[in-house]
């Protein structure tokens, strides 16, 4: 099984509905991430959260909402879809890795939506 | 958060070793340097980190000079599969702070 898992992998929604995509980590990380990625381009970040009563805005969070219901369990939400909200979304976690020193992300495998 | 700059893309044949440097001019002194990469429809996946002087593991290889003000990420003998886009990222590890992605180098592998 997945470290992180996403659900859906792809979703196409049609505009100003709500809608959510749900990420599950099996890690046992505090920290928990969600990204956007367009064609071509980086990735941007959306909504970060630091523990379970903790939710931070990233660069772009205007249109989203997000929810940390667990600490296994980030959730994004788009109240009401637009269509450059197209995009490849991402959700991560990141910790130290004691037995290497390394600090880094864990990526799940994204959420392809479609806004029509 | 230090910004990084990388080039856009880089073609490679097989066997080759594939070098991509990164700028970060304004790196903090508490700054590690790590690269992803991310192959196309997946999400970026960790290859390493560094802080100063060189860094080896079974994957590539890091390279930072003294100043620290830019790193090369090392590709030894690349194969088709290693086509991919890398990702230059700095930031303070002691604090976990959110990172930044930016275009990234995308690595073509001809055959």
């Known amino acids: 099984d997945a470290d992180v898992t996403q659900t859906p992998r792809n979703r196409i929604t049609k505009t100003g509905k709500r809608i959510m995509l749900e990420c599950s980590q099996t890690?046992?990380?505090?920290?928990m991430y969600w990204y956007r990625q367009d064609p071509g381009l980086g990735l941007r970040l959306i909504y970060y959260?630091?523990?379970?009563?903790?939710?931070n805005k990233g660069e772009i969070s205007d249109g989203y909402s997000v929810s940390r219901q667990a600490q296994a369990k980030f959730s994004l939400s788009l109240e009401s879809a637009i269509p450059n909200q197209t995009a490849l979304y991402f959700c991560?976690?990141?910790?130290?890795?004691?037995?290497?020193?390394?600090?880094?992300?864990?990526f799940g495998s994204g959420t392809r939506l479609t806004v029509v | 958060l230090a910004k990084t700059t990388q080039p856009i893309s880089m073609d490679s044949y097989e066997g080759q070793e594939v070098n991509i440097t990164c700028s970060h001019n304004?790196?903090?002194?508490?700054?590690?340097i790590t690269w992803y990469q991310q192959f196309p429809s997946q999400g970026p996946r960790f290859i390493i980190q560094?802080?100063?002087t060189k860094v080896t593991n079974e994957v590539a290889s890091l390279f930072i000079p003294a100043d620290r003000k830019s790193s090369t990420l090392s590709l030894p003998r690349v194969s088709l599969s290693d086509t991919a886009v890398y990702y230059c990222?700095?930031?303070?590890?002691?604090?976990?702070?959110?990172?930044?992605f930016g275009g990234g180098t995308r690595v073509l592998v001809k055959p």
């Open positions: 991560a976690t990141s910790d130290l890795d004691r037995a290497s020193g390394n600090y880094g992300y864990t």
């Open positions: 890690k046992g990380h505090d920290r």
């Open positions: 959260s630091f523990d379970v009563k903790d939710i």
């Open positions: 304004n790196i903090a002194t508490n700054d590690y």
């Open positions: 560094g802080y100063k």
């Open positions: 990222l700095v930031g303070d590890k002691a604090a976990g702070n959110k990172l930044t």
